[in-house]
């Protein structure tokens, strides 16, 4: 069987350098799309580029997106401040930036669709599902199924699939996972307010990635600043 | 019942100025939405923003996207000339942007979610569905299902609606529900490759645009430039 070509979004974040690797892993060939969408946390995408030389990519494509014109989120709108962890309820984080994931696949898709590649990968875990709609399995498996409509190659019967190989992983298997596939997780930054040196240490990201390291029992190479 | 918010996609073309003055004239409070997203016939955001003026908004936003970096379409990648029109075949035709319309109701669901607005209109129909996958009936409905998977306001229980007035309508009657609504379509731009003074008079869009006109009996106010 040929080579099968995948989209891959990568953030620059634990889940997404996991998912790449994974991809690799499986065998495909990767081309990572990355998104500077006015995100406070702008630094993940040099991190992204890190992951992406890391892990090795044929092609890292970055999209600019102006999303925060738009706002609606504490990640697009810096008059939204990003909760400290511990505060939040059961309701959707402000963290939550509106329809953002079906912006991100739909692009993939676009990208995929040039590309004569049936396979996009999204870093989506069931650590976030309960908070953020659009990481559910129910999404997922609805868009798949618009992807195979809106498209000429879905038309001319290549069906997308849209692989979300962390879906049902806690963060500590999602880690255990990257360190047996080689990820440095030194590269990768899920703080949503980092500066170049820290990561901030309170954000609902950090509290995740923190305990996630601390569950395998493994050592989080993250410099946090409290 | 309370005026209805709705987010209107507007490219400045024929198609999209008729669909927001039938939403005007459903009595929805308008938000129109415009991406600039790399397009060889840029000058339709001139017309996109003029038409918004024309039939009032409450806020005309625009979206920067550089969908020419993934190219793929002869209207986002000028190395692919657009096609003259009668040489098209049963195919989809190269002037097709992948998954534009999936990417552009993506940012309108963005924009929506935020406005708290339920309601999306998008100016695709029957004369173009036959060759642009994005652009049929099945590919809204899936669209709108994914959407309400998607979304904090989707899951709260305040379900997304597409709306498609035109799907089922020729150009010519697209153009008379207009006139009657008072669209000035002086002020649209269809053609793929328009300069400040004229329309090519030789893409798909301009014929289809002459045809609409000329089937109605009406004068059609575009230059075109043969």
Redesign the interface.
């Known amino acids: 069987m040929p080579t099968q070509t995948a989209v891959v979004l990568l953030s620059g974040g634990l889940d997404s350098a996991t998912t790449l690797a994974i991809a690799k892993s499986q065998g495909y060939a990767c081309y990572a799309l990355s998104f500077d969408y006015g995100q406070r946390h702008r630094l993940e995408l040099e991190a992204a580029d890190k992951v992406a030389k890391h892990l090795g990519v044929i092609e890292h494509?970055f999209?600019?997106?102006?999303?925060d014109?738009?706002?609606?989120s504490a990640l697009t709108d810096t008059h939204i401040d990003v909760p400290i962890t511990g505060v939040s309820t059961d309701e959707?984080p402000v963290t939550?930036?509106?329809?953002?994931?079906?912006?991100f696949l739909?692009?993939g898709?676009?990208?995929a669709?040039?590309l004569s590649a049936s396979h996009l990968f999204i870093g989506v875990n069931a650590v976030d599902y309960s908070g953020y709609?659009?990481c559910?399995p129910?999404?997922i498996t609805?868009?798949e199924?618009?992807?195979n409509?809106?498209?000429?190659a879905?038309?001319e019967g290549h069906p997308f699939k849209v692989h979300t190989p962390l879906i049902h992983l806690s963060k500590a298997e999602i880690i255990q996972e990257g360190l047996g596939l080689g990820v440095d997780y030194s590269l990768t930054i899920s703080c949503y307010q980092p500066n170049q040196a820290y990561a901030c240490g309170v954000c609902d990201a950090c509290r995740l990635r923190a305990e996630g390291f601390r569950a395998l029992g493994v050592v989080d190479p993250t410099q946090y600043l409290s």
Chains 1, 2 share one sequence.
Do not use: C, Q
């Open positions: 494509k999209i600019n997106l102006n999303l014109s738009i706002g609606g959707i939550y930036v509106p329809a953002r994931n079906t912006v739909s692009l898709l676009a990208w669709e040039v709609p659009d559910r129910e999404f609805a868009f199924k618009m992807a409509l809106a498209t000429k879905g038309v």
